[in-house]
């Protein structure tokens, strides 16, 4: 098919009158059945390199794309075009999603778009024996490589698939961030003489900012004074969940309409909140890095980061997401340069621990690695054999099936990990490598903070593209540098908030009556913890009067209208009577009677000498009892403790007192450490 | 190379074709210098030319080339769950099975689990019946524990019986073991579950030559038992009737001059072990030992012809009558003793690609189709 032929059908089918010269070229490879790698920016149009050939092909072409908003997105145009377009992924019924492989079974699909995931789905490979397949598509490519600022486990199965498959299959792979170490990494883990295809990356209508900051309140000062002037709707990006919350509730007190938003929250809820912000619910959407990718809202107006990503590639990714309607687009990264003691600035430190804490030593490894050397196991399985988190199993899994030591083979219905008999030592070179790596990439993020060009020549440069062109788009070339110089008053009400502010304890579930609770303060971030720490665990004595006001106060602003009949404390397992002493104080100011009827009725360990929610759970299961439920029976409870960390103590007592018919149980704690695993 | 993986799925599974047709293409390539992947690639007139395919061959290889991408799925979710593919032209492949079976009737392609290497050591087979006996299955036992002691692989069929014993006996002796299914490999979940410990450790390779999905049938159980021999260089018999897959599997074996031990049955005895002794295998004692000086006591029952022959037996009888001549279906049943009409027969020589029917008189006859001269390198 020559150029002119195909831009006839182009503006039959698409209604384009012409490609770009890099998108016919890629083009004109897929259709000779040649493999391509296309690096183009967002919203250069990727994707109709794929979806032109896919109409002129006889079979089925399958997109790989981890971003399920996008497949929903670009179905639907599709469709309006009467193209046959479909997707399969977890937002579908299962029902529906076997519908669709029926449907790419009987040729009645063009265009189909799976989560990369959905190649360990056995009816899904059962299918796709059965389907005329044409041509394999990997979106966001960069996210196949451990160098790339995304990796998903969830593409090796991808790269080994295309590795597989035959000659003169066309195969395309397209990003819009990927550095010259990234694209080499992907031309040689697909292999099979790719062509590399690479446009400029410049973003001309961004106006990139950086404001420098001596404590994290600054950041909220200026964001309570500015965030209402930007036009438009946004996204701020913090770099924690708790900091969501954080953000989002000190936005609330100030009357600017936000939410939060973090992958931990459900697929429900995640979905409205993605609709709200397609509709302009909200001025900004707080969150972590979970939320934007693949969101395909045009018009997002500024993009505010409260901590520096991982390198510049993130960022450049992560602002990709904004002003793809080339309309004027606001970029801002907040970064605390205030230096502690040891001369290392604040904001450094949360990237750096995440690299350093990236990895779990070298011994855990070793424990998985025997545990599975003597019987194929399953993620929770491992978990209680181990006593590791979630997390550290996780990275320790997708380490060791990349150094191919084990593998996940699934048994009947559930997937297990084995021991491969051939398996290599493993290898720590290659952590060593990847963690300087990385903490290469998040110097060059902290020059970008410092620097003195422009910075989107900075990003382009660093992505290896040097377009020829004048850059006045940043506080270092056309527009003056941002400071914070706040209101008295807006500081004023910073401190009402931090005054004010405390953190709830979710244990609510539909077959306990337990409540949420509430804590005076998150257990890392404030003198709380530390005060925590000297009592219970270096005999500094019972807990301080501060502590007990600080209580005081998020019981009275939480619960102060509410009744309680009796107050009863979690009995200790080994510091003593802390908590007891704590609970009548609060009961003798509150003047509601205490209980010490609820004990223990068999030994448990520390809940923090287990490191998961699992064995956490099983250790305080059926540990407790109440010696006089009759006093309980239709009451209301107020359940005092010192630290909230897994809520599985809290949990099990709220279902003990649940059976013996009591009516309310609420939680109320000193402190709710950050980041309980499960 | 793994990208052949596919290329190897739709050559091996190839439907109405025979392994024989399908090992000459091989060695030809092979010989040519070719992979896999560019035999499939090659333009028709190649295909004619170089490989001599005729036209319902190259329309079988053109429908397997369009399903070479589904394959390659297949292919991903097998090595993801730790199965290995070993084709013919693979170094791993086994070396005894491609002398014992030969171009005829070795399988272009194998799937394993764990340790491959195994199949290149010393090995022996024990075979015997299902409901063997508890001697049969004391002398299997005692024969696996040599066997483990001399470092030599025990291959078996995980069929009930001897078959079983003589998996259990080698783990026991800290043995190596092949086991060989009469089924796709990956349905054989609860076996990798239980054997989980001895494939990690690399005592044990699990093996089969169907199609990965196949469940078991009757036909694979028969079919697979020619691989148990293929992979063994001794065969021991524990315990045979006068039919079914052990005989047929010895009667074969003795024909091909091939070293078979089985065990010298007690007078009391119901058992055709002593007319195999009769027809040339080695008598050995109950420890497997050869036993000088043995004459096999009268054989009361000779109804050898009555054997129910396995499919690949008529195969190669056939194709070794019709060395020495051409002859119609009638002639060819009467001289094989096969229990066919001559209409099947006639049918079934047609389809043969390596047989031509000559229609010189009224009456069809069928002579070995002459070809092409072919170095088999490959098969040494």
Redesign the interface.
Known sequence: MTRNEAEIKLKRIFEFEKFYDEQWQTIDMLLRGERTLLIEKTGYGKSLCFQFPATQFDGITIIFSPLIALMRDQVNTLNKKGISAKYINSEQLPEENSQVMQDAINGKVKILYIAPER?EN?EW?EA??????SM?VIDEAHTISVWGHDFRPAFR?II??V???????PVLATTATATKRVQADIEQQIS?NLTTIRGNLLRENFNLFVIETKSEDEKLLWLAENLKNFSGTGLLYTGTRVNTEIYARWFDFMGIKTTNYNAGLDGETRKEIEKGLMNNKWKCVVSTNALGMGIDKPDIRFIIHTQIPASPIHYYQEIGRAGRDGEKTFIILFYNSKQDENGIQEDYKLPKAFVDGGRPNINKYQKVINAL????LGERQLMKKTNLKQTQIRVIKADLIEQGII??????KSKKY?????APELNTVKFDELRNSKLKDLDSMVDYVFTKEPRMKFLCEYLGDNPPVKFENCDNSKYKKRTVQPDKSTVNKLIEFRETYFPILEVKSNNSNIANGVASSYYGVSNVGIALHRCKYENGGAFPDFLLKLTLKAFRKTFGNQHFDLIVYVPPTDSGDLVRNFAEKISSVLKIPISHKLVKQRETQQQKAFHNGYLKRDNVRGAFNYTEPNEITNKNILLIDDIFDSGATIIEIGKLMTNFGTKTIIPLVIARTVGGDI | MKQEYAYWIALAHLPRMKNVRKNELIVRFFEEKLSIIDFFHCEKSKWERLFFLDENEIELLIGAKNELANHSFLVEDLLEQGYDFVPITSPDYSPIMKNNLKQSHSPPLIYTKGNKQIMKENSIAIVGSRDAKNVSLEFTDSVAKTASKDYKVVVSGFAKGVDKQALDSAIKYRGQSIIVLPQGITTFKSGFKKYYKQIVDGDVLVLSTFFPKATWNVQFAMARNPIIYGLAKEIYVAESSEKGGTWSGVIDGLRKGRSIFVRVPLSTEKNANNILIQKGAIPVDNQGQKIDNYSAKEITSSVVNELSLAFEDIDSKIIKLLSTGAFTSKEIIERLKIDWTTRKLTNYLKKNKNIEVLKKTSTMKFAIKRKQEIQQSLFQ
């Open positions: 190649q056995q490979v796709t024996r059965n389907m005329n397949l394999i199965r080994n698939l590795q597989l498959l035959p000659q003169k299959l099979g050397k003597q019987e194929p593998r996940e083979v699934k048994y009947d084995e021991y491969r008999y051939d």
